[in-house]
Every structure is written in C-alpha cells, then in structure tokens.
C-alpha cells in the first residue's frame, strides 16, 4: 500500500472484477476473482473488512440505495446479502455463476441474472419472482430509473418487465449481440452498444431507434451525463461524446476527445458534469464539461497515473473521488 500525489493510495487486492462505493461514499467495495468479497477504505485506500466471497469468484455486486445491505453473487451459483448489522443472507441462484445484481430504486428487492435466468428477490433474499425463457445468457441488469421496469440484455435484445404484473416482456431487437447498455438518468433512454461497432439510442417511450456508427472498434463503455444531454462512448483510443440537446445528435458531428494511448476501458461523469475515463493505458483522465466543444478539443484538466492497465472506474457519491481497478489487481483512490 501506497500514497502518492499522483499515485494516490493502493490497496494490495487480488483482481477485481467488479468495484462500487457505498452510498454514503466511505467504502469501496471490491468483487474479486479470488473470490474474497472487501471493503475498501474510500479515503485511506486501505483494507476495512474482508466478508465471505464465493467459491470459483465473485463477478458481481450492488449496494442498496440506503446502504444498507451489501448483495454479491459469483461462480458458485449462490447470492449473499449482508447487512449493516453483520446479518447475512445466502442462497442458492440455480446452477449457473451469478454475473449480474441490481437493486430497484427504492431498495425493497434485487434482482440477479445467473445464466438464462432472472430473479427478484427481497432484501432478505426471499423468492419474489422468476423469469426464464431467454435464449442467451443475460449480461447485462438494471431497473429503468423512474420506472418499475427490470430491463436485461441478452442476445441481441433488450427484454423490459414490470415485476408483478403476469404480461409479457417487451423486447426490442438489434442487428448484432449486445456489449453494454446504460440507461439515461431520468429513464428516457437507453444506449446500447452492440458488437457490430455500433452504438444505438432507443427512446422508451417513442420506440425511436438512433444509430450511431463509424467506431474503429466495438465500444465497450457508456456514460450519461448528469442532465442527460451527452452520451459518452468509449471504442478504440477515442471517447466520443454525442449531443443530446435540442434536436439530438442527428446530422451533427460528435465531439471527440483523444489522449489514451490505449483501449478506452471505462467512463463516468461527476455530478457537476466534469468526465472521466480510463483505459488500458493506466491512466484516469479528468475533462472538463466543454472538453470536446472546440476544435481541437482541449487536453484533459488531470491525468491520473497507475502502474498496470485499468479496466473499471466509480466515482463517489460527493464526487471528490475516483476508484478504479487495475487488470493486474489491486484498486486505486485518488481526489479529483
């Protein structure tokens, strides 16, 4: 473990797969492929408490919106929740590794994918309802922020569900199998990028379907900006930043930002509309919210150095901070 102005602290983990900050922005949470499930000092960088992980690997994890219970799921089938007050709930998910955990927006349920199979489950991981029938794996899992929908990815689609109610899932198809999809923050629209280096915006209430294409190659990250009028996208060394303001992005030239040497790996925007990413390059960059509004755009305000490439990034709550993990382990905490 290290402190460093540039470096910032280092907690010594194994490999991530998969980090989070607790709501109230004091721990960092940290899915390991080891298996361990740990928590992570947000300010000190320093290891606070290592809690029961999964046999084979934790691949995923989620917070409650109040912070109080912390939910994983792994390679051995099984969900855990374990609460503030040191309660924990297990239980068996089916046959398949758990890969995905959400927590609806008001905190009275989680659903997790684990195979071809969806669930909700209450907070203590009571049986609430079952979802099967997909094709494919689900790869992707989130609640459309002010609606009661789940909404998985799977396949080449998107499949959207009202918990609760028996009608069917809507689905909404596209040309090539999903890589990664992001809701905007008011639940207006999904962005979804797809393996055929293409980007597509679906509205969710109109059913209008926007195709963004002309990547060099297959994006992997996505990020709305906190007023939900920019979508960032991450293919190749270039972040691509597409107006959603007025008229939207059609027929308008995006912004771009270069300066990774490297396969951008992860973006998020800071609640006052500043951008960070981080790639493959070991670098976290920090722009400004007018970055890519000249020509040529300006040089990133901060560029944050690790040792190893970086795969996944969070900002804290306050936004005073960034976590990001690096692919040959260990998880960095620096101030913005």
């Given at each position: 473990?290290s402190w460093?102005?540039?470096?910032?602290?280092?907690?010594?983990?194994?490999?991530?797969?998969?980090i989070e900050?607790s709501?109230?922005?004091?721990?960092?949470?940290v899915?390991?492929?080891?298996?361990?499930?740990?928590?992570?000092?947000?300010?000190?960088?320093?290891?606070?408490l290592?809690?029961?992980?999964?046999?084979?690997?934790?691949l995923?994890?989620a917070?409650?919106?109040?912070?109080q219970?912390?939910?994983?799921?792994?390679?051995?089938?099984r969900?855990r929740?374990?609460?503030?007050?040191?309660?924990?709930?297990?239980?068996?998910a089916?046959?398949?590794?758990?890969?995905?955990?959400?927590?609806?927006?008001?905190?009275?349920c989680?659903a997790?994918?684990?195979?071809a199979?969806?669930?909700?489950?209450?907070?203590?991981?009571?049986?609430?309802a079952?979802?099967?029938g997909?094709?494919?794996?689900?790869?992707?899992?989130?609640?459309?922020?002010g609606?009661e929908?789940?909404?998985?990815?799977?396949?080449?689609?998107?499949q959207?569900?009202?918990?609760?109610?028996?009608?069917?899932?809507?689905?909404?198809?596209?040309?090539?199998?999903?890589?990664?999809?992001?809701?905007?923050?008011?639940?207006?629209?999904?962005?979804?990028?797809?393996?055929?280096?293409?980007?597509?915006?679906?509205h969710?209430?109109?059913g209008s379907?926007?195709?963004m294409s002309?990547?060099?190659?297959?994006?992997?990250?996505?990020?709305?900006?906190?007023d939900?009028?920019?979508?960032?996208?991450?293919?190749?060394?270039t972040?691509?930043?597409?107006?959603?303001?007025?008229?939207?992005?059609?027929?308008r030239?995006?912004?771009?930002?270069?300066?990774?040497?490297?396969?951008?790996?992860?973006?998020?925007?800071?609640?006052?509309?500043?951008?960070?990413?981080?790639?493959?390059?070991?670098?976290?960059?920090?722009?400004?919210?007018?970055?890519?509004?000249?020509?040529?755009?300006?040089?990133?305000?901060?560029?944050?150095?690790?040792?190893?490439p970086?795969?996944?990034?969070?900002?804290?709550p306050?936004?005073?901070?960034?976590?990001?993990?690096?692919?040959?382990?260990?998880?960095?905490?620096?101030?913005?």
């Amino acid at each position: 473990m290290s402190w460093g102005k540039k470096r910032g602290p280092t907690a010594p983990v194994e490999v991530a797969q998969a980090i989070e900050w607790s709501p109230d922005g004091e721990t960092v949470a940290v899915a390991t492929l080891g298996g361990a499930l740990l928590l992570i000092d947000g300010r000190s960088g320093r290891e606070s408490l290592r809690l029961p992980g999964h046999a084979g690997g934790t691949l995923a994890l989620a917070y409650s919106p109040d912070g109080q219970w912390l939910a994983s799921g792994g390679s051995d089938g099984r969900v855990r929740a374990h609460s503030r007050d040191g309660a924990v709930a297990d239980v068996a998910a089916g046959g398949h590794a758990v890969g995905c955990i959400a927590w609806a927006p008001e905190g009275d349920c989680v659903a997790t994918a684990a195979g071809a199979t969806v669930r909700v489950w209450s907070r203590e991981l009571e049986l609430v309802a079952e979802v099967t029938g997909y094709a494919e794996a689900v790869s992707s899992l989130f609640w459309l922020p002010g609606a009661e929908l789940l909404v998985s990815a799977s396949g080449r689609g998107l499949q959207l569900l009202e918990v609760g109610r028996d009608e069917q899932a809507r689905r909404v198809d596209w040309p090539g199998a999903i890589v990664a999809a992001r809701p905007s923050g008011d639940g207006a629209r999904i962005a979804v990028a797809t393996e055929l280096r293409t980007v597509h915006v679906w509205h969710c209430r109109s059913g209008s379907d926007l195709k963004m294409s002309g990547y060099d190659a297959a994006v992997g990250a996505l990020a709305w900006s906190p007023d939900h009028t920019h979508l960032a996208t991450g293919g190749g060394d270039t972040i691509t930043l597409w107006s959603f303001a007025g008229r939207g992005p059609a027929g308008r030239v995006p912004g771009a930002l270069g300066g990774h040497d490297g396969r951008v790996t992860g973006l998020a925007f800071t609640a006052d509309g500043r951008l960070v990413s981080c790639g493959d390059d070991g670098t976290v960059r920090i722009w400004s919210r007018h970055a890519a509004a000249t020509t040529p755009s300006l040089p990133p305000q901060k560029v944050l150095r690790a040792e190893a490439p970086l795969f996944a990034l969070a900002i804290s709550p306050d936004g005073t901070r960034v976590a990001a993990a690096a692919s040959q382990g260990g998880v960095h905490v620096w101030p913005l």
